[in-house]
T-cell receptor, first 112, second 112 residues
Framework: GENVEQHPSTLSVQEGDSAVIKCTYS??????FPWYKQELGKRPQLIIDIRSNVGEKKDQRIAVTLNKTAKHFSLHITETQPEDSAVYFCAAEDTGRRALTFGSGTRLQVQP | DGGITQSPKYLFRKEGQNVTLSCEQN?????MYWYRQDPGQGLRLIYY???????QKGDIAEGYSVSREKKESFPLTVTSAQKNPTAFYLCASRWGETGELFFGEGSRLTVL
């Protein structure tokens, strides 16, 4: 099955700085890689996703890059704001089960 | 409003008791999933169902059971065989084999 590793587990940045979260996956057949944001006490919500036929995708201040050869993908948040503070999860599609396998999460704290 | 409804939001249980968590969706999604969330461990897959009357074990199915008698409903029973049931349980659904996973608001189970 799929295995997803996520780093770092915690990340503290100053407001306006950039934040980068990295994930690796094991299933070379995986073709879908979403990122979810979970605020305290709330449900995870999709913020961006990428499929294996592209190497990068941007949406305003967030971007995701994918390196299929190395089997890793990253989330980039620029010009961070206090409301970006949350736990972020990466995930990869387990093609055998048709279910998402999640990383262990990164707690991002943006200091005003 | 379309969405996923989980109930109850909070549940307390004595050791040795079974408890059933409800999950209902009106998004007309075929696939439904149960994840367990523990601090620092991300989301782990308990059970999933791609179609009515069919479901498969995830990574941590021991001590849990599910049913999928209707497309809209995917209840999870936490049995007395689950050794450490205190956790936050998230139900999710999605359209098709890959795509955005929509989560319910979660059920927090505490065993006293």
């Amino acid at each position: 099955g799929e295995n997803v590793e996520q780093h770092p587990s915690t990340l503290s940045v100053q407001e306006g700085d950039s934040a980068v979260i990295k994930c690796t996956y094991s299933d070379s057949a995986s073709n879908y890689f979403p990122w979810y944001k979970q605020e305290l006490g709330k449900r995870p919500q999709l913020i961006i996703d990428i499929r294996s036929n592209v190497g990068e995708k941007k949406d305003q201040r967030i971007a995701v890059t994918l390196n299929k050869t190395a089997k890793h993908f990253s989330l980039h948040i620029t010009e961070t704001q206090p409301e970006d503070s949350a736990v972020y999860f990466c995930a990869a599609e387990d093609t055998g089960r048709r279910a998402l396998t999640f990383g262990s999460g990164t707690r991002l704290q943006v200091q005003p | 409003d379309g969405g996923i409804t989980q109930s109850p939001k909070y549940l307390f249980r004595k050791e040795g008791q079974n408890v059933t968590l409800s999950c209902e969706q009106n998004l007309n999604h075929d696939a439904m999933y149960w994840y367990r969330q523990d601090p620092g461990q991300g989301l782990r897959l308990i059970y999933y169902s791609q179609i009515v009357n069919d479901f498969q074990k995830g990574d941590i199915a021991e001590g849990y059971s599910v049913s999928r008698e209707k497309k809209e409903s995917f209840p999870l029973t936490v049995t007395s065989a689950q050794k450490n049931p205190t956790a936050f349980y998230l139900c999710a659904s999605r359209w098709g084999e890959t795509g955005e996973l929509f989560f319910g608001e979660g059920s927090r189970l505490t065993v006293l």
